[in-house]
């Protein structure tokens, strides 16, 4: 099930995925705490994947670099952050890419980087 939704507090979302309804009121975190994606599209910041990868490595994040589709890709297995840690403990993870013209950000609250990988595949091969 997909949502498609662009606010002020949101700019450059491309859609909310889930396996369950997505309210009116739910916030990405909510989204991720259910298992769901959120897929941004924004114009190019000129940023690569590998400057994002060691931007979080110097936070202490876990990165990692992967290919998307044509394109170069850093994963990020974000912190917890309010409740976008689900119930369960998992933490989300996120996903960069840039096509030159737009940057993508994939952020999955899904069990493993492999998920979250697929699924940016998916929408990067759309």
């Known amino acids: 099930m997909a ?5 002020a507090d949101q700019p450059g979302l491309a859609a909310y ?3 369950t309804p997505i309210g009116p009121d739910d916030t990405v975190a909510d989204v ?3 298992g769901g994606i959120a897929v941004f599209e924004r114009p ?3 940023k690569d994947a590998a400057s994002v990868d060691a931007g979080a490595h110097e936070l202490g994040s ?3 670099l992967v290919e998307v589709g044509d394109f170069q890709a850093a ?6 952050i309010g409740t976008t840690v689900r119930p369960d403990g998992v933490r989300p993870y996120y996903v960069f890419w840039s096509d030159g013209v737009h ?4 952020r999955a609250g899904t069990s493993t980087a492999e998920q ?3 699924a940016a595949r998916a929408v990067a091969c759309q």
Not at 3 to 7: D, L, P, T
Not at 103 to 106: F, R
Request: charged share 15%; net charge negative.
């Open 3 to 7: 949502s498609y939704i662009g606010s």
């Open 17 to 19: 995925y889930g396996t």
């Open 32 to 34: 991720l705490a259910r």
């Open 44 to 46: 190019t910041a000129g």
């Open 62 to 64: 876990w990165a990692g």
């Open 75 to 80: 994963v990020i297995h974000a912190d917890p």
């Open 103 to 106: 940057d993508w950000e994939l």
């Open 116 to 118: 979250a990988i697929d």
